[in-house]
């Protein structure tokens, strides 16, 4: 079995900052893509940023310069800095995960079970 554990979410004025995590863990064999995505009240779930394993990344418009994402592959986990917040930045946040499992030869996805971010104006 595999888990994604986040962590890292809560309140924050806006023009404040957040750094979310999320960590894989469990019978791994490999991780590809790493994601962030969130989902306000009344919404649909959109993707805020994702990293490849090479690292290569892509952003939201909505969040492009102020936000960043990263991952240490050692310890398989994925980071999510957040600056300059805005309350329409309001939501929960999930971690997204494209993860092998050993002994199994294709990939799945995989999500946390998400974490609260509150931008107060």
């Known amino acids: 079995q595999v888990q994604l554990v986040e962590s890292g979410g809560g309140l924050v004025q806006a023009g404040g900052s957040l750094r979310l995590s999320c960590a894989a863990s469990?019978?791994?064999?490999?991780?590809?893509?790493m994601g962030w995505y969130r989902q306000a009240p009344g919404k649909q779930r959109e993707l805020v940023a994702v990293?490849?394993?090479?690292?290569?990344?892509n952003y939201a418009d909505s969040v492009k310069g102020r936000f960043t994402i990263s991952r240490d592959n050692a310890k398989n986990t994925v980071y999510l800095q957040m600056n300059s917040l805005k309350p329409e930045d309001t939501a929960v946040y999930y971690c997204?995960?494209?993860?092998?499992?050993?002994?199994?030869?294709?990939?799945?996805?995989?999500w946390g079970q998400g974490t609260q971010v509150t931008v107060s104006s």
């Open positions: 469990g019978s791994i064999s490999s991780i590809n893509d």
């Open positions: 990293i490849t394993s090479g690292g290569s990344t």
């Open positions: 997204n995960a494209r993860i092998r499992q050993l002994l199994l030869p294709h990939p799945q996805d995989y």
